[in-house]
């Protein structure tokens, strides 16, 4: 066998793995870039850039993608927070001097603290209320057996979900009634007519006019309130509802208008009833714009409830607020700050979530 032979005959054995490792990339490079967009909506943006470098791709684009990504946001945090500890001393109110990052972070612990304690708290009462229980059983007293919920102060957590059940309450109630009629403002320019006039009303009402007006009607509507549904947490849902409903109207009614014509003149030639033309054609077409007046609602409910709970006193992250601005301590300001950030984190977080679900259904659309 010459040497060109033994050449060739390599080169045939190497062709094979040589397009097996590019496929492969391939499929790498692939999976790294349909996970790019749900890694970004998560906050880990950054890690694409890692995986590829990782993959084989060239390193000096990415490194600038990371340096985008990760590097100059962290700087950003890292500049506010030096520019707060510097400052927050010098600026002196009646609650003492501002508090810096170090003092609103040794309050969150305290806050978590109290929450643990509190949570040992009503473990050992209801421990203890079992025990007693037993022994009048065991005695045969079981008519004098009682069962009494804790009514301990709810924490810091509790009201945190306390704000996101009522928040989450007023913002189906506003999606049940704003997507159905903004599609039927859509498609109908008599009830676009009708409807338009009350929009542009209503929509720049304050949460802070509507709460005495709601609170009156549930209180007179809703006497019998329910452990499940509290009275102060029906009133915040429906001054939510009445502030976050437009956005999801108005981005409803401009998908639905917006879809093509073609679309729905086949729709007509098709003779496809009014659901069907609606499910099939309307919905996937006006889709985004629907999911953008939900992401636009959510925020406006949040921070809607927020300004309701102040006022109203009602349990959550606003009566919090409100009770340490009153309480006076020297912690409170350090915890008002601690709640501050946390709504901010909230609706952050709500909004990601809101964004994914967007990013989710367009995906499944477009498949």
Same mark, same amino acid.
């Given at each position: 066998?010459?040497?060109?032979?033994?050449?060739?005959?390599?080169?045939?054995?190497?062709?094979?793995?040589?397009?097996?490792?590019?496929?492969?990339?391939?499929?790498?490079?692939? +999976?790294?870039?349909?996970?790019? %967009?749900? =890694?970004?909506? #998560?906050?880990?943006?950054?890690? &694409? @850039? !890692? *995986?590829? /470098?990782? +993959?084989?791709?060239?390193?000096? %684009?990415? =490194?600038?993608? #990371?340096?985008?990504?990760?590097? &100059? @946001? !962290? *700087?950003? /945090?890292?500049?506010?927070?030096?520019?707060?500890?510097? =400052?927050?001393?010098?600026?002196?109110?009646?609650?003492?001097?501002?508090?810096?990052?170090?003092?609103?972070?040794?309050?969150?612990?305290? =806050?978590?603290?109290?929450?643990?304690?509190?949570?040992?708290?009503?473990?050992?009462?209801?421990?203890?209320?079992?025990?007693?229980?037993?022994?009048?059983?065991?005695?045969?007293?079981?008519?004098?057996?009682?069962?009494?919920?804790?009514?301990?102060?709810?924490?810091?957590?509790?009201?945190?979900?306390?704000?996101?059940?009522?928040?989450?309450?007023?913002?189906?109630?506003?999606?049940?009634?704003?997507?159905?009629?903004?599609?039927?403002?859509?498609?109908?320019?008599?009830v676009n007519g009708a409807v338009n006039?009350?929009?542009?009303?209503?929509?720049?009402?304050?949460?802070?006019?509507?709460?005495?007006?709601?609170?009156?009607?549930?209180?007179?509507?809703?006497?019998?309130?329910?452990?499940?549904?509290?009275?102060?947490?029906?009133?915040?849902?429906?001054?939510?509802?009445?502030?976050?409903?437009?956005?999801?109207?108005?981005?409803?009614?401009?998908?639905?208008?917006?879809?093509?014509?073609?679309?729905?003149?086949?729709?007509?030639?098709?003779?496809?009833?009014?659901?069907?033309?609606?499910?099939?054609?309307?919905l996937p077409s006006a889709l985004p714009?629907?999911?953008?007046?939900?992401?636009?609602?959510?925020?406006?409910?949040?921070?809607?409830?927020?300004?309701?709970e102040m006022l109203a006193q009602n349990?959550?992250?606003?009566?919090?607020?409100?009770?340490?601005?009153?309480?006076?301590?020297?912690?409170?300001?350090?915890?008002?700050?601690?709640?501050?950030?946390?709504?901010?984190?909230?609706?952050?977080?709500?909004?990601?979530?809101?964004?994914?679900?967007?990013?989710?259904?367009?995906?499944?659309?477009?498949?």
């Amino acid at each position: 066998m010459t040497f060109a032979s033994i050449a060739d005959s390599a080169a045939e054995k190497a062709a094979p793995a040589a397009s097996t490792r590019v496929e492969r990339r391939t499929r790498l490079f692939a +999976a790294i870039t349909r996970s790019a %967009p749900y =890694l970004g909506i #998560l906050g880990l943006g950054w890690t &694409v @850039p !890692l *995986m590829r /470098i990782g +993959a084989g791709e060239e390193t000096r %684009p990415q =490194l600038r993608e #990371l340096w985008q990504q990760l590097v &100059v @946001p !962290l *700087m950003g /945090i890292a500049v506010f927070l030096a520019a707060w500890a510097w =400052l927050a001393p010098q600026v002196e109110t009646s609650l003492g001097t501002i508090p810096g990052p170090a003092q609103v972070l040794h309050e969150a612990g305290n =806050l978590w603290d109290d929450h643990v304690a509190e949570r040992q708290k009503a473990d050992d009462f209801f421990e203890r209320q079992e025990a007693r229980n037993d022994k009048l059983v065991a005695a045969g007293h079981a008519d004098r057996v009682k069962w009494r919920d804790y009514t301990g102060k709810p924490t810091y957590l509790d009201q945190i979900v306390t704000s996101l059940k009522t928040v989450a309450l007023g913002f189906i109630i506003a999606t049940i009634v704003a997507v159905p009629l903004g599609i039927a403002c859509g498609l109908s320019r008599t009830v676009n007519g009708a409807v338009n006039p009350l929009v542009q009303v209503f929509r720049p009402v304050s949460p802070l006019a509507w709460l005495p007006i709601v609170t009156m009607i549930v209180s007179a509507l809703y006497a019998d309130a329910s452990d499940a549904l509290p009275k102060s947490l029906v009133i915040s849902a429906i001054t939510v509802t009445l502030c976050s409903l437009w956005p999801t109207l108005i981005n409803t009614a401009l998908g639905v208008a917006s879809v093509d014509k073609d679309l729905m003149n086949v729709a007509r030639v098709l003779r496809l009833p009014a659901w069907k033309t609606i499910t099939k054609l309307v919905l996937p077409s006006a889709l985004p714009l629907i999911f953008t007046g939900l992401r636009l609602s959510l925020g406006v409910g949040w921070m809607v409830l927020i300004a309701a709970e102040m006022l109203a006193q009602n349990p959550g992250l606003g009566k919090f607020v409100w009770d340490e601005f009153q309480n006076g301590s020297s912690a409170s300001l350090a915890r008002i700050i601690v709640a501050v950030i946390t709504i901010g984190l909230i609706g952050f977080l709500l909004d990601r979530v809101m964004q994914a679900l967007q990013t989710a259904f367009s995906f499944q659309a477009n498949r």
